[in-house]
């Protein structure tokens, strides 16, 4: 269960160090170990990152003195290790005289390089240790009900291959109560929506579908003969709307998108359920734009056409961006990855 989050994050910090080639150059060789299931041979090995933590204090502090006094070590036994290093790279890294310390050209360099992998390191470690209080904890995930059934079950299933002990809880709830059970805690990530009212909210989000859009007619609609119904002809038509505190945004999608096609919607009902707009439609009250995933919500008094010119509506993932779960990072992957490959 390691070997994924750690990989994750060496990935992010070759792409933060492609300036230094020094510095990425060692964190590829760390990845390709990682990808290879060398847990225990991926990260440095605790001589080089001593080596990097000694020289990191001389260079600090400028002085053996007061690095050998800020690591606790006897100044001679500091002195040899810096050698080995620089007799290990085969470059000078610092300037030595009675009176001074300083740092060479070359390390300067080394001495972000040498900083970034430390910090690299801990970072190693402590997702570790994170991963490891999540294994006792579940995931909480939310998701509306008629969506998204074809990727939950895939990333379910890839979720508990690669981490088996630990559970997922599925919430089966609106839009808006998913956003504020993520902002209250309840949830750890939402399938939702549209992008809009995420961003309101100032959670992360990452679009992983998009979806055509239908619009549901009465049966006994003239429209509903035709195969593909123009969405302008739907101008003189009462809308069948979700509610702002169920489906935040969908009014302003739903009128932007009628006025793309040079009208604005004549909503006649918001309502709080998915199933409740189709038994709208299906009394003859209005129509309904959906998405393409609400078929499977039949009514024999209902009926659903594609839309020309074709319209889609987005599919999103939120959660809080500072949630430390690692199983929740490695599940916001695992979604990525599925997505990509459904396109």
């Known amino acids: ?146 969506l998204f059934y074809d990727l939950l079950p895939t990333t379910l299933a890839s979720f508990q291959r690669l981490l088996p002990s630990v559970s997922i809880n599925l919430f089966d709830m609106s839009c808006g109560d998913q956003f504020r059970a993520i902002e209250a805690g309840k949830i750890a990530l939402g399938f939702v929506g549209l992008h809009e009212p995420i961003g309101v909210r100032g959670l992360q989000f990452r679009t992983i579908a998009s979806y055509e859009t239908v619009v549901a007619l009465p049966k006994n609609n003239p429209m509903a003969r035709k195969a593909v119904v123009n969405l302008k002809d739907l101008a003189r038509m009462f809308f069948i709307g979700m509610s702002e505190a169920s489906y935040p945004s969908y009014r302003n999608w739903l009128t932007k998108t009628c006025r793309s096609a040079g009208f604005k919607p004549k909503v006649l009902q918001d309502v709080e359920l998915e199933r409740t707009m189709i038994h709208a439609v299906a009394g003859g009250l209005g129509v309904a734009l959906v998405p393409e995933q609400i078929q499977k ?39 990525e990855q599925a997505a990509l490959s459904m396109r």
């Not at 949630?323 to 992957?333: D, R």
Request: overall charge positive; glycine content about 4%; charged content about 25%.
């Open 297 to 335: 919500l039949e009514h024999e008094n209902v009926v659903f056409r594609p839309l020309k010119p074709t319209v889609r509506t987005e599919g999103c993932i939120a959660w809080k961006s500072e949630n430390p779960s690692s199983a929740l990072k490695a599940y916001v992957q695992i979604i």
């Open 1 to 146: 269960m390691q070997v994924p989050v750690t990989a994750a994050i060496i990935s992010r910090s070759i792409n933060r160090s492609a300036n230094r080639p020094n510095v990425t150059r060692l964190l590829r060789g760390f990845l390709q170990r990682a990808r290879a299931g060398l847990s225990k041979k991926f990260m440095l090995s605790a001589m080089e990152l001593r080596h990097l933590r000694y020289f990191v204090a001389v260079a600090e502090a400028l002085s053996f003195t007061k690095g050998a006094e800020k690591l606790r070590l006897a100044q001679p036994s500091l002195t040899r290790q810096i050698r080995d290093l620089e007799e290990e790279l085969g470059v000078l890294l610092l300037n030595r005289t009675k009176q001074q310390v300083s740092l060479t050209d070359e390390g300067r360099s080394f001495l972000i390089d040498a900083k970034h992998i430390l910090d690299l390191a801990q970072e190693m470690i402590q997702s570790v240790q994170q991963l490891k209080r999540d294994e006792v904890a579940a995931l909480n995930v939310g998701y509306v009900t008629n």
